[in-house]
T-cell receptor, first 110, second 113 residues
Framework: DAKTTQPTSMDCAEGRAANLPCNHSTISGNEYVYWYRQIHSQGPQYIIHGLKNNETNEMASLIITEDRKSSTLILPHATLRDTAVYYC???????????FGTGTSLTVIP | DAMVIQNPRYQVTQFGKPVTLSCSQT?????MYWYQQKSSQAPKLLFHYYDKDFNNEADTPDNFQSRRPNTSFCFLDIRSPGLGDAAMYLC????????????FGDGTRLSIL
């Protein structure tokens, strides 16, 4: 199964872009990359997912490298409410399992 | 709104006393998951159902069991809770297929006395 590696913590100034990296060097061709975030005492919340191409929605952008071994989640204008733990997940192509990485604790600073 | 509902949000049980956590969904997803999340850790997958097909993770203790009587409901049974089982338990649902994305409930926080 493809594993993910993320930095333990990051800080970002309010109003600036937050760039959260994820390494998934063993990802296989049919596995999607998902990003979720979790605010304390709540369930994880879906942000975005992608396969090969870069993706953008109302919350964030996802940049996947051409070799698909890493990706970056971009929050274009971070707010204090974006303070959370962000998880990068790779979905196995042999089943339905979702395995969480260690996550990055993002703190947005006023 | 379609959603994943976990009841109760907080559950207290005694050491060794069986406890059941429940999850329901209105999304009509055919995959349902149970995760355990201990303090300051990432959620850890315990098992999942694809329809009625149960899939256990290799390192899930035998103390943890699950039931899915129908599409909408799924239960987590802890037969003899130990102090180490105190955690947040998260339920999630998904459609099958690579592009399906899991929807999570807000969890049940289990305390063991």
């Amino acid at each position: 199964d493809a594993k993910t590696t993320q930095p333990t913590s990051m800080d970002c100034a309010e109003g600036r872009a937050a760039n959260l990296p994820c390494n998934h060097s063993t990802i296989s061709g049919n596995e999607y990359v998902y990003w979720y975030r979790q605010i304390h005492s709540q369930g994880p919340q879906y942000i975005i997912h992608g396969l090969k191409n870069n993706e953008t929605n109302e919350m964030a952008s996802l940049i996947i490298t051409e070799d698909r071994k890493s990706s970056t989640l971009i929050l274009p204008h971070a707010t204090l409410r974006d303070t959370a733990v962000y998880y990068c997940i790779v979905r196995l192509n042999t089943g339905n399992q979702f395995y969480f990485g260690t996550g990055t604790s993002l703190t947005v600073i006023p | 709104d379609a959603m994943v509902i976990q009841n109760p949000r907080y559950q207290v049980t005694q050491f060794g006393k069986p406890v059941t956590l429940s999850c329901s969904q209105t999304l009509n997803h055919n995959v349902m998951y149970w995760y355990q999340q201990k303090s300051s850790q990432a959620p850890k997958l315990l098992f999942h159902y694809y329809d009625k097909d149960f899939n256990n993770e290799a390192d899930t203790p035998d103390n943890f069991q699950s039931r899915r009587p129908n599409t909408s409901f799924c239960f987590l049974d802890i037969r003899s809770p130990g102090l180490g089982d105190a955690a947040m338990y998260l339920c999630a649902t998904s459609t099958r297929g690579y592009a399906g994305r899991p929807s999570f409930g807000d969890g049940t926080r289990l305390s063991i006395l």
